[in-house]
């Protein structure tokens, strides 16, 4: 099962503030989840989890508005240990975390996701692959109608965009795009 919680807050970075809506992800069964990018609203998560168990909150990146209510959901985090520099700006006091690595596979009732490394949208930004269920969660690296962004520090366009080519536009076309913001597409789609 997969269910999507649209929250809303700020993204903050270089000086700037924009007001952001995010997708968070669960991914799981009736007894255990996976929260991919725990963001804004802890309540709201939790509130959609339920009496579920959330074995692990996996980040896709650490911008601070896709990592900032993972510290109110009382599980492990995961995140790509490139993106150590953006963790520290939310969490200065250095909250842990347990290190992702390209190629690891986490299970959550049944739904395996595979990490795929997919830097440029941020130095450790991740995809999480489930082949199984013809999805791939992208975070902030591909959206409907393109790459995400990358004019900001720690970013770069032309790693972004190899990224998507290498990792991303090699997946079935078929496979539904579940991005961080806005709607899905498909790798199909997003070929062309």
């Not at 270089?14 to 991914?27: L, P």
């Not at 929260?35 to 896709?60: F, N, P, Q, S, W």
Request: glycine share 12%; proline share 5%.
């Amino acid at each position: 099962m997969i269910e999507r919680v649209i929250t809303s807050g700020t993204f903050s970075l270089d000086g700037g503030t924009w007001e952001v809506d995010n997708n968070v992800w669960i991914v799981g069964d009736d007894t255990e989840v996976i929260v991919i990018d725990a963001a804004h609203d802890a309540t709201a998560i939790l509130e959609a989890v339920g009496e579920r168990r959330i074995k692990a909150v996996v980040c896709t990146h650490a911008h601070n508005d896709h990592i900032n209510a993972a510290a109110g959901l009382g599980a492990p985090i995961r995140l790509h240990p490139a993106d150590d520099v953006l963790w520290r700006q939310q969490y200065p006091d250095g909250l842990p975390y347990e290190p992702l690595a390209d190629g690891e596979r986490i299970t959550a009732g049944g739904i395996e996701l595979e990490v795929l490394h997919t830097p440029g949208h941020s130095p450790g930004a991740v995809c999480l692959y489930a082949a199984g269920e013809g999805v791939v969660f992208t975070g902030d690296t591909l959206f409907k109608g393109g790459p995400g962004a990358t004019g900001r520090s720690y970013s770069s366009y032309d790693t972004i965009v190899e990224s998507i080519r290498t990792r991303l536009l090699t997946l079935p076309p078929e496979t539904v795009v579940r991005t961080g913001h806005g709607d899905e597409t498909t790798i199909g789609a997003e070929a062309v």
